[in-house]
């Protein structure tokens, strides 16, 4: 990959350690993809904040870089493995809650917006269409190639790192025009109306169709579900980018003729739902996978009021702290609390479930495949309406 003057005095350690090893990333990962060139970036979304999830070894490598060098251009970041303020309520560990909030520190001294959320194109991170954007979070890079028609890759969380130490990332891939075109079509032929069946639809579809980009038909959802089914087919397969026929902004250039089609039906997401099934019984519910809207939290509040009674057992409801911060002001937070827990800052996969958990409860198709490989549960998967039902 070519590299200018400039990017190979930096590439030379002039500018310091930080800076140079994340020229190396991106240089590297440019040869292996064959980029011709680094593009700017943006925006940077940043994966790899919980200490569950990078340990030790990744907050070395934080720490390191915070030392020598800031960000250039706007960075979020990632869930991390605890609501950074209320931890306790959690039943986190006190050794795990310092190790984190050390994670966190090396962040915030780099100037990485903590906002911890995997929803930051809900918190002013909002790319516009066709801005090319280094994102590492799978359910958001989905987001924002499809339903906001922004361009980034699926990084890793070092190399969105790197994206914004430099304000560049490799020309290659979904940054290429050529790349974004549909590779199969999606004839939904059944009605997909709650959250369970989006989770349902996005796990069958991403398990598959392999790394085609697919085009949905027949699909009607609103901008909650549409980052659910990414999540989901991210999560079941290796789907960063979908269209979906007058919906998303390029799905009128998006395909051609005599694209392979498939039919899903009623069939198929019965059978989807029951493979992400593998327990009857839930110690705890979890929703908020992607991280919860205003709308969803506020729903999910007429459920529980509509069930007319409060539970025995846990019930998180997962979310971004700019949206509890807004539930709190208009007061929905403080009557949700008589039902559920509103976490901030994380999430039922990042998190050290584990630890106090092994049987968890979820509508969302992508915590349903990470709960049993990441955080050894058996998972109860359903839409929330029916999961409380069964509920002590
Ligand atoms: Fe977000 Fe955690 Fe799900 S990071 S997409 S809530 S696994």
């Known amino acids: 990959m070519y590299l200018s003057k400039e990017e190979e005095r930096i590439l030379n350690g002039e500018e310091g350690y930080a800076r140079q090893k994340s020229m190396e990333i991106l240089a590297s990962l ?47 970041l990632n869930p991390i493995g605890m609501d950074s303020i209320g931890w306790q309520r959690m039943k986190i560990k006190k050794e795990f809650a310092e190790k984190q909030l050390e994670i966190l520190d090396a962040y915030l001294k780099m100037g990485i917006d903590c906002s911890c959320t995997c929803t930051p194109y809900l918190i002013g991170n909002r790319p516009d269409c066709g801005e090319h954007i280094a994102w590492s979070e799978s359910s958001a ?5 499809s339903v906001l028609g922004a361009k980034t890759n699926r990084e890793g969380g070092p190399s969105s790192l790197a994206s914004s130490i430099i304000g560049k990332t490799p020309n290659y891939g979904f940054h290429l025009e050529r790349n974004r075109k549909a590779g199969i079509i999606i004839d939904v032929k059944t009605e997909i109306k709650k959250f369970s069946d989006v989770g349902a639809l996005g796990n069958y579809v991403g398990t598959i169709i392999g790394n085609k980009i697919p085009y949905f038909k027949n699909l009607s959802l ?4 549409l980052k659910s089914l990414g999540a989901s087919m991210a999560a079941s397969g290796s789907v960063a980018l979908y269209h979906v026929e007058g919906l998303t902004p390029e799905s009128n250039k998006a395909i051609d003729d005599d694209l392979e089609k498939i039919e899903v039906g009623k069939e198929e997401i019965e059978e989807s739902k029951c493979k992400l099934n ?35 057992g846990d019930i998180w409801i997962c979310t971004s702290r700019y949206v509890k911060n807004e539930l709190e002001r208009t007061g929905v937070a403080q009557e949700l609390e008589k039902y559920a827990k509103l976490l901030a800052d994380t999430c039922m996969v990042v998190a050290p479930i584990e630890d106090n958990y092994s049987r968890t409860a979820t509508n969302s198709g992508k915590a349903a495949v990470y709960l049993p490989s990441l955080c050894k549960q058996k998972v109860r998967f359903g839409d929330l309406e029916s999961l409380i039902k069964d509920f002590n």
């Open 30 to 76: 440019g040869d292996i993809y064959g980029a011709d060139k680094l593009i700017p970036v943006t925006s940077c979304q940043i994966a790899g904040a919980s200490y569950k999830t990078i340990g030790d070894a990744g907050l070395f490598f934080v720490s390191e870089f915070a030392k020598t060098s800031k960000i250039r251009v706007k960075a979020t």
């Open 141 to 145: 890079i989905s987001f924002a190639n």
């Open 222 to 225: 609103d901008s909650d579900k």
């Open 278 to 312: 593998s327990s009857d019984d839930m110690e705890l519910i979890c929703i908020g996978c992607p991280h919860c809207s205003v709308g969803e939290v506020k729903e999910a509040l007429n459920i529980f009021k509509k069930e007319g009674r409060t539970f025995k």
